[in-house]
């Protein structure tokens, strides 16, 4: 199993020229950045996207430090992109071309357009002139923002307000049979176009589901992206059960059943991108509720150094993973990032000399080294059945995706009292609920005590908007959270992302892990038999060292990372 690390923006494929290499090579000799001897290796290690993204991907020089020595070789300004670019700019080219000469227009006047570049070299800002048709102002942006700009602002979903007026314009697909009609159609189908293009933008705004909502005469469409719902469409009301005909036949369900809930899958491929999508429906006031959960194949996957452990809870918990056998539960809600630890704990178990096994629902990462089994209750395989087929395939680890009953749980259990690695989740609030849900399960409270060897609670907060950070001053109830919990001022002051078009105006880009580390010793193992209250045995934990959801938390809040808002709205508090 190779594990990439944090993800990076892909390089557009355009400035990838010989010409373009030469001198960013001849660039970075004279500012001293590389040795001569040092191009060649490099230069044959070279990606098609070019030289430049391959001396970034080695760490010879970072992307800010490339585009400074670009925009002074050419006299250019960098732009930031923390402003919005202006429709009627951006609309000068279309994305395809966009991509291929790595040029994004992002102001219009009367005598010329500024455009955002990779290459600023004379001969390029040439062509990008020719494309757009009106003289051009080059200015340099990073790798990293021209990336996201090109994603921004060229949206699959721009065009779906002509398919929308084409689907109006049938007034015979307002039948039912026209709508089943219309859901079979061919790929150009005004219908087939919205799903498509909303799926594709879903894909490249890093959604985890999109929402298809109908709401009286409309039908709103969101996007949860790190973790939030965020409003993204709002259609007429006549174009929702033809949407929801072609989502049902695409994932092989029933489109005549419209009362009861159902869920089905679909494989596609998206830009060149593998992805999986979960489908469930439900029946609401109004009509379907489409709810799209998107899995991404081609995302990469963490080590547990990359998740936002503090480095000596990711060293204690790598010993634990390493232990010969036992159990580690991973605890937290739905989207809390479970999944995503549970499979870097893999990435420190995958060798060959062990059997790895794991049963899912979903399986959301596949691997060729990994033995791993799809939950699929039509068939008969469960999470109990499937496991008890796991303990006869001389499994050394056992991953169980989640333990939902007490058949489950108890199997689980008894595996890892037999001289096997267990890793699983379960939904609780916090570490020490956790332990105490296998309880409530009717688990006895010494194999509990015997079986499990630690607890991981989890929460993803959102990180602050490094693109458009502001100070600001935080209100009383955040000053008296983060007080509580022994937080203190970050260095510099508090600041806050007041919203850009890299964040949708948010404030908040990608996330990053909350932990809380319970390790079950001897004497919480006493106070499990003991069945004690939730409190002392919480109370206990953090004398011997574990460090509470809020804490770490208040942690990431004096590092700058987020803010006291953000924490408080991601974990509860009260009562703790």
Do not use: W
């Not at 219309?182 to 929402?211: C, M």
């Not at 092989?252 to 009861?260: D, F, H, Q, S, T």
């Not at 963490?302 to 790598?318: I, K, N, S, V």
């Not at 303990?391 to 001289?419: F, K, N, Y």
């Amino acid at each position: 199993m190779r594990f990439k690390g944090r993800p990076q923006p892909v390089a557009p494929p355009a400035p990838s020229t010989d010409a373009y290499d030469e001198r960013i090579a001849r660039l970075l000799v004279s500012a001293g950045r590389i040795e001569p001897y040092q191009l060649d290796a490099l230069r044959a290690g070279a990606p098609e996207s070019g030289l430049a993204a391959e001396l970034m991907r080695e760490g010879v020089v970072t992307d800010d430090v490339l585009t400074r020595l670009v925009a002074e070789n050419f006299g250019c300004e960098v732009v930031d992109f923390r402003d919005d670019p202006q429709p009627e700019a951006v609309a000068l080219l279309t994305r395809e071309r966009a991509q291929e000469l790595a040029a994004v227009p992002i102001a219009l006047t009367d005598d010329e357009v500024t455009v955002a570049l990779l290459d600023p070299s004379p001969e390029h800002v040439a062509l990008v002139a020719e494309a757009v048709g009106r003289p051009v102002r080059p200015v340099v942006a990073t790798y990293r923002s021209f990336f996201r700009a090109l994603e921004t602002e060229y949206k699959a979903t721009r065009e779906v307000g002509t398919h929308v007026r084409a689907f109006e314009a049938r007034d015979n697909l307002r039948r039912e049979a026209s709508v089943f009609e219309s859901a079979q159609a061919n790929e150009d189908a005004p219908v087939v176009q919205v799903v498509q293009k909303v799926i594709t933008q879903g894909l490249r705004d890093r959604a985890s589901d999109i929402h298809i909502e109908p709401s009286g005469e409309r039908v709103r469409v969101r996007f949860r992206i790190d973790g939030a719902l965020n409003d993204i469409l709002d259609l007429p009301g006549s174009i929702g059960p033809a949407l929801v005909s072609r989502i049902k036949i695409l994932g092989g369900m029933n489109i005549v059943e419209r009362r009861r809930p159902q869920d089905g899958q679909i494989s596609m491929s998206v830009e060149g991108r593998e992805v999986d999508i979960r489908v469930s429906t439900t029946s609401v006031i109004g009509g379907e509720k489409v709810v799209m959960r998107l899995l991404d194949k081609s995302r990469p996957l963490f080590q547990l150094a990359q998740l936002g452990m503090p480095l000596d809870t990711a060293d204690r918990f790598r010993s634990l993973v390493h232990q010969p056998y036992g159990m580690i539960v991973c605890a937290g809600p739905t989207g809390g990032g479970k999944t995503t630890t549970l499979y870097a704990s893999l990435g420190e178990l995958d060798t060959p000399e062990r059997n790895i096994m794991t049963i899912e629902d979903p399986v959301e990462y596949t691997f060729d080294s990994i033995n791993q089994i799809q939950i699929n209750e039509q068939a008969g395989i469960t999470f109990s059945g499937g496991l008890k087929s796991i303990l006869r395939q001389d499994p050394d680890v056992i991953l169980v995706g989640e333990i939902r009953d007490v058949d489950t749980a108890r199997i689980a259990v008894q595996s890892a009292l037999t001289g096997h690695m267990v890793l699983s989740s379960v939904h609780a609030t916090e570490a020490v609920s956790a332990l105490y849900r296998l309880l409530d399960m009717g688990i006895e409270a010494f194999l509990v005590a015997s079986s499990v060897s630690a607890v991981m609670a989890q929460r993803l907060v959102r990180r602050s908007c490094t693109s458009c950070l502001e100070p600001y001053d935080p209100t009383i109830e955040e000053l008296g959270f983060l007080h509580s919990f022994g937080g203190e001022e970050p260095v510099g002051g508090f600041t806050h992302g007041v919203g850009c078009h890299f964040c949708a105006h948010t404030g908040y880009l990608e996330r990053i892990g909350v932990y809380e580390l319970l390790t079950v010793t001897d004497e919480v193992r006493e106070l499990i038999v003991d069945r004690v209250p939730q409190d002392d045995m919480r109370k206990l934990a953090r004398s011997q060292g574990m460090r509470t959801l809020q804490e770490q938390g208040a942690r990431l809040v004096a590092e700058g990372i987020t803010t006291p808002a953000e924490v408080m709205r991601s974990i509860y508090v009260a009562g703790v």
